[in-house]
């Protein structure tokens, strides 16, 4: 997912499309664009509108069809008009125009670009409440914590990226006071004077496939022992193993014409080297799980910045030494790992260390289209310690 992760994310993605159409790989077995999401369920989330501007299956809420379709099924009056991404709603908290942020299973103040913006504007919230499996960075700032079960503590389904939807079965009960996610929305739901009557999970997704045609052939019962992929549009459907075998929904694809745009803020005197942050193999996103796993934090338990050899033979940087990292949002400490990965001129710091976190380095400009800031690319210099 790096890809989006730039102040171009968007055309990179067109110009992916481009060589995929550009090969004739689509509408075949063992083709097509398939990204390599960074945790799992990010197709099943957004299958079921976590973004702004959709309803479940990706139906428009501008769309007053759809909008009054799912006023019919949840009697309530819904709004039509799309709300802000995640970036959106950090500049909003900034600027006191948004007073309260409720966020589940996300840890932002480690994984957001330049990390002092993402805590001054968490801060400046009037309600700020974190419902999570552990006692994040983010949950620290907050005013009210709900614990949360972790996916082996409850039922659902997770959707692969090859829209496969599979289930999750609950193994074990959940510690002390934490309950099911559902649960702790359907409890406030109530004290808020919505009541929201699901006796399982099973009926969430029941409901889904009513309003939502792709799934309305996927039930618990059909997927008990294997997945099955949308589309599948009635019970005795098989699924569909890939997209677009006869044709495209909007007939024949079309090309998108690019125009290069370099990253927004390049290397310079004062700045000399591109810093891109990522994700090492044993360590999981922000750490907040892995990190608590002795065994994985034995074998993978410090930040580094990675130096070609040449860059550290140049500034007399050892292999182990301490460096100190700066950009225009600020410095982090942490050891010099000298190796061939990076090309000259370029380090590599992983994101998962909140002692030596690499957000506090980047830059919070974003792609216009897709709103995902440009983590992949700043500029910074270093300094022996």
Same mark, same amino acid.
């Given at each position: 997912?790096?890809?989006?992760?730039?102040?171009?994310?968007?055309?990179?993605?067109?110009?992916?499309?481009?060589?995929?159409?550009?090969?004739?790989?689509?509408?075949?077995?063992?083709?097509?664009?398939?990204?390599?999401?960074?945790?799992?369920?990010?197709?099943?989330?957004?299958?079921?509108?976590?973004?702004?501007?959709?309803?479940? %299956?990706?139906?428009?809420?501008?769309?007053?069809?759809?909008?009054?379709?799912?006023?019919?099924?949840?009697?309530?009056?819904?709004?039509?008009?799309?709300?802000?991404?995640?970036?959106?709603?950090?500049?909003?908290?900034?600027?006191?125009?948004?007073?309260?942020?409720?966020?589940?299973?996300?840890?932002?103040?480690?994984?957001?670009?330049?990390?002092?913006?993402?805590?001054?504007?968490?801060?400046?919230?009037?309600?700020?409440?974190?419902?999570?499996?552990?006692?994040?960075?983010?949950?620290?700032?907050?005013?009210?914590?709900?614990?949360?079960?972790?996916?082996?503590?409850?039922?659902?389904?997770?959707?692969?990226?090859?829209?496969?939807?599979?289930?999750?079965?609950?193994?074990?009960?959940?510690?002390?006071?934490?309950?099911?996610? *559902?649960?702790?929305?359907?409890?406030?739901?109530?004290?808020?004077?919505?009541?929201?009557?699901?006796?399982?999970?099973?009926?969430?997704?029941?409901?889904?496939?009513?309003?939502?045609?792709?799934?309305? %052939?996927?039930?618990?019962?059909?997927?008990?022992?294997?997945?099955?992929?949308?589309?599948?549009?009635?019970?005795?459907?098989?699924?569909?193993?890939?997209?677009?075998?006869?044709?495209?929904?909007?007939?024949?694809?079309?090309?998108?014409?690019?125009?290069?745009?370099?990253?927004?803020?390049?290397?310079?005197?004062?700045?000399?080297?591109?810093? *891109?942050? %990522?994700?090492?193999?044993?360590?999981?996103?922000?750490?907040?799980?892995?990190?608590?796993?002795?065994?994985?934090?034995?074998?993978?338990?410090?930040?580094?910045?990675?130096?070609?050899?040449?860059?550290? %033979?140049?500034?007399?940087?050892?292999?182990?030494?301490?460096?100190?990292?700066?950009?225009?949002?600020? *410095?982090?400490?942490?050891?010099?790992?000298?190796?061939?990965?990076?090309?000259?001129?370029?380090?590599?710091?992983?994101?998962?260390?909140?002692?030596?976190?690499?957000?506090?380095?980047?830059?919070?400009?974003?792609?216009?289209?897709?709103?995902?800031?440009?983590?992949?690319?700043?500029?910074?210099?270093?300094?022996?310690?």
């Amino acid at each position: 997912m790096g890809i989006t992760q730039h102040s171009h994310g968007t055309d990179n993605v067109y110009s992916l499309a481009n060589l995929v159409l550009m090969a004739g790989n689509l509408g075949r077995e063992s083709v097509g664009l398939n990204p390599l999401r960074g945790q799992n369920n990010v197709q099943g989330a957004s299958d079921m509108a976590c973004a702004p501007n959709v309803f479940p %299956g990706y139906q428009k809420v501008i769309d007053e069809a759809a909008r009054l379709k799912f006023e019919a099924q949840w009697k309530v009056k819904l709004p039509d008009k799309i709300g802000m991404t995640a970036i959106d709603m950090m500049y909003a908290a900034e600027a006191g125009k948004l007073k309260g942020l409720y966020i589940m299973g996300e840890n932002p103040v480690m994984t957001d670009a330049d990390q002092k913006h993402t805590i001054h504007s968490l801060k400046n919230l009037e309600l700020l409440v974190v419902q999570d499996i552990f006692m994040t960075k983010t949950a620290e700032l907050a005013h009210v914590v709900l614990p949360a079960a972790c996916f082996a503590e409850k039922e659902g389904t997770f959707t692969n990226t090859d829209r496969r939807v599979q289930r999750v079965r609950k193994a074990l009960n959940p510690p002390g006071n934490a309950r099911d996610d *559902s649960w702790i929305i359907m409890e406030l739901s109530r004290a808020m004077g919505y009541d929201m009557n699901y006796a399982s999970m099973s009926d969430v997704f029941d409901e889904v496939g009513r309003l939502w045609q792709n799934v309305a %052939g996927i039930n618990y019962r059909r997927i008990e022992k294997r997945g099955i992929q949308w589309p599948c549009p009635s019970t005795d459907h098989p699924g569909t193993p890939f997209l677009f075998k006869d044709t495209f929904p909007i007939g024949k694809a079309k090309f998108s014409a690019i125009k290069f745009n370099p990253s927004l803020e390049l290397p310079d005197a004062e700045y000399p080297f591109t810093l *891109s942050t %990522g994700r090492q193999l044993l360590q999981y996103h922000s750490g907040t799980m892995t990190r608590r796993v002795k065994a994985i934090d034995k074998a993978a338990h410090e930040a580094y910045v990675e130096i070609n050899p040449a860059d550290a %033979g140049r500034m007399s940087i050892d292999n182990g030494a301490m460096v100190q990292v700066t950009s225009r949002r600020g *410095s982090i400490k942490l050891k010099a790992k000298v190796t061939n990965v990076p090309d000259i001129g370029v380090v590599f710091i992983p994101f998962h260390y909140s002692e030596a976190a690499a957000n506090v380095l980047t830059n919070p400009v974003y792609d216009p289209i897709c709103k995902i800031p440009e983590l992949k690319v700043c500029a910074v210099k270093l300094e022996k310690y």
